[in-house]
């Protein structure tokens, strides 16, 4: 069965971090490209970080840069989204997605981009 998980999302308070996970079961997650995003009630759909295959090129929205940093694990067959200084406006269901195609990770990014695989997202409340 090939699927994503997310795991990590939690409550916390403005300026605390959070380590999500993004597991992949029954593909070779290093193999591609692969995003984070996240859904907040009201608002569309954010593409917030993106990492290539090869790690090459990674993408950040304007609203998390110098918070969040993406990476990899290949080793867990795992995408990591470390996100520090966690503000109200973070809140929100997270979602990993992955792509097999060749593309920028700022394209995969934008929110309506056609990844292959989507995982069903964990819950990030930042509040104090």
């Known amino acids: 069965q090939l699927r994503l998980a997310e795991f990590g999302g939690a409550l916390v308070q403005p300026g605390e971090s959070l380590r999500l996970s993004c597991a992949a079961t029954?593909?070779?997650?290093?193999?591609?490209?692969v995003g984070w995003y996240r859904e907040a009630p009201g608002k569309e759909r954010e593409g917030v970080s993106c990492i290539t295959r090869g790690e090459s090129d990674t993408y950040y929205a304007d609203s998390v840069k110098g918070r969040f940093t993406i990476s990899r694990d290949n080793a867990k067959n795992t995408v990591f989204l470390q996100m520090n200084n966690l503000k109200p406006e973070d809140t929100g269901v997270y979602y990993c997605?992955?792509?097999?195609?060749?593309?920028?990770?700022?394209?995969?990014?934008?929110?309506?981009?056609?990844?292959?695989?989507w995982g069903k997202g964990t819950r990030v409340t930042v509040s104090s």
């Open positions: 997605a992955a792509d097999w195609g060749v593309t920028t990770a700022q394209k995969q990014c934008s929110p309506t981009y056609n990844n292959d695989y």
């Open positions: 029954g593909f070779t997650l290093a193999n591609y490209n």
